[in-house]
């Protein structure tokens, strides 16, 4: 069977994006493929993070993922740090990682920004650790959102020069899976940017812990232009915020964007959010208090977490012996 691995990492609230971009997705794929979800708290602490923060938002994280319909009985659901096998491939990928590869990364500039210079090493090396991921369990495929398309790309060519230098076909070329009409979900108070946990406006974004009432007025709020909704998907080209908000509406319907511009074709902006704002209640309400049901009781988290990390490590445990035989490292 193919194998699936993704992740996300544990650093605030999840999102509308991370769930249309990615755990909508596993939701859908998790019959068809053997799968393993991490929340990924190595990545996380490539930015500075506080201890028990980390601590309640990987719960969280946890928590979200099986509220939205991951089943943690099929489904590997663990976080990264358990498995020391992330950090120990990572490393020596890392020392056949030219950094001509990592200097083309473009999340990399984002993040560092002006602090090039004083921004820690993980976060550069931060690619690197997410191809370590995928390749320590001979993952097939990766779905996620296509923000992560660059890291994949930089994935297989990692493992196609591990396979050329130690030894053809040991790691299989993980394909991404992008799947979905929001796949790049973006911000509620400006549509060229991406909806991300790190915006500082809690308005750009619909965090999957809201209630009805604060989606409600996000979505009111939303940044629109003062045109009404346009007849074609091609009225869109210069409509950023339009052509957002009708995805978002197509995403959580499964219907097309085409579909969804014809459904509302010249309806203003105040009935669509309407109609918006309570879709997005009917889909993300029960979703929230599962999670909050889940929350109630840490201990079940941890069980799982826990029971996760072994069936994690007896995959990784036998390909991080065999890459490491095959580097040439004595096991007396
Ligand atoms: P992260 O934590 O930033 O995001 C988690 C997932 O959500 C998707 N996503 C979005 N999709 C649509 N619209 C958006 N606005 C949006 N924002 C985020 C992301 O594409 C992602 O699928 N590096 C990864 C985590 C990671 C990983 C891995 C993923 C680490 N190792 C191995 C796959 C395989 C990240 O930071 O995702």
């Given at each position: 069977m193919d194998r699936i691995f993704s992740g996300i990492q544990p650093t605030g609230n999840l999102h509308l994006g991370n769930y249309l971009g990615a755990v909508r997705n596993w939701v859908r794929l998790q019959n068809d493929y053997e799968c393993i979800f991490c929340i990924v708290d190595l990545h996380a602490i490539t930015v500075p993070q506080d201890p028990a923060e980390l601590r309640r938002t990987?719960?969280?994280?946890?928590?979200?993922?099986?509220?939205?319909?991951?089943?943690p009985n099929s489904a590997v659901i663990f976080n990264q740090s358990t498995v020391s096998g992330h950090a120990e491939l990572s490393w020596l990928l890392s020392c056949i990682t030219p950094l001509g590869w990592l200097n083309r990364m473009t999340q990399f500039k984002d993040k560092a920004g002006k602090n090039r210079e004083s921004v820690g090493l993980g976060l550069y090396a931060y690619p690197v650790l997410m191809a370590a991921d995928i390749l320590l369990y001979k993952a097939t495929h990766v779905p996620v959102g296509e923000d992560q398309k660059q890291h994949l790309e930089l994935a297989r060519d990692i493992a196609i020069a591990f396979n050329r230098q130690f030894g053809e076909d040991f790691?299989?070329?993980?394909?991404?899976?992008?799947?979905?009409?929001?796949?790049?979900?973006?911000?509620?108070?400006?549509?060229?940017?991406?909806?991300?946990?790190?915006?500082?406006?809690?308005?750009?974004?619909?965090?999957?812990?809201?209630?009805?009432?604060?989606?409600?007025?996000?979505?009111?709020?939303?940044?629109?232009?003062?045109?009404?909704?346009?007849?074609?998907?091609?009225?869109?080209?210069?409509?950023?915020?339009?052509?957002?908000?009708?995805?978002?509406?197509?995403?959580?319907t499964d219907a097309s964007l085409g579909e969804t511009v014809s459904r509302f074709a010249g309806v203003d902006f105040s009935r669509?959010?309407?109609?918006?704002?309570?879709?997005?209640?009917?889909?993300l309400g029960p979703i929230a208090a599962e999670r909050a049901r889940l929350l109630a009781a840490p201990d079940h988290i941890d069980t799982i977490l826990r029971h996760g990390a072994e069936r994690a490590n007896a995959i990784a445990a036998p390909n991080i012996a065999h890459v490491k035989e095959l580097v040439g490292f004595l096991s007396p």
């Open positions: 990987t719960r969280e994280v946890a928590a979200t993922y099986i509220a939205a319909g991951i089943n790691f299989p070329l993980p394909e991404p899976q992008i799947l979905g009409t929001a796949t790049r979900v973006m911000s509620l108070r400006d549509g060229t940017k991406k909806m991300s946990k790190s915006d500082i406006s809690d308005y750009s974004r619909i965090n999957l812990t809201d209630d009805a009432e604060t989606i409600d007025l996000k979505i009111r709020k939303a940044k629109t232009d003062p045109d009404a909704l346009p007849e074609s998907v091609e009225g869109l080209g210069s409509r950023p915020e339009a052509a957002n908000l009708l995805g978002i509406y197509a995403a959580l669509f959010k309407k109609d918006l704002a309570e879709l997005a209640v009917t889909v």
